[in-house]
């Protein structure tokens, strides 16, 4: 399984951006997706995780109602919508799929904040 993330960049903060992961296997296959980040020194962290069973989602406390996990079936990606970014949003971004207790990650895509 491959999940290639894109969308990252440079921004200022306040601004929003939107990243997309496209799996190479039907996201319906998935029982969970997600978002993680990874900071300079930091541990990877949970940003976004969306349960492909429930269609729930829930999301990491620094992100809560600013970021925004959604799927498209018919174009097979899913997405998180980042709002009102901040730099300690500065990260690289990690698409993750979960099928039968295995993870499968994307290569990252960086996005980074100024102030």
């Known amino acids: 399984v491959q999940l290639q993330a894109f969308g990252g960049g440079l921004v200022q903060a306040g601004e929003s951006l939107r990243l997309s992961c496209a799996p190479s296997?039907?996201?319906?296959?998935?029982?969970?997706m997600g978002w993680y980040r990874q900071a300079p020194g930091k541990q990877r962290e949970l940003v976004a995780v969306?349960?492909?069973?429930?269609?729930?989602?829930d999301y990491g406390d620094s992100v809560k109602g600013r970021f925004f996990f959604s799927t498209d079936g018919a174009k097979n990606m899913v997405y998180l919508q980042m709002n009102r970014l901040k730099p300690e949003d500065t990260a690289v971004y990690y698409c993750?799929?979960?099928?039968?207790?295995?993870?499968?990650w994307g290569q990252g895509t960086l996005v980074t904040v100024s102030s």
């Open positions: 993750n799929a979960q099928r039968r207790q295995r993870n499968y």
């Open positions: 296997e039907s996201i319906f296959t998935f029982n969970v």
């Open positions: 969306f349960s492909m069973d429930s269609g729930s989602a």
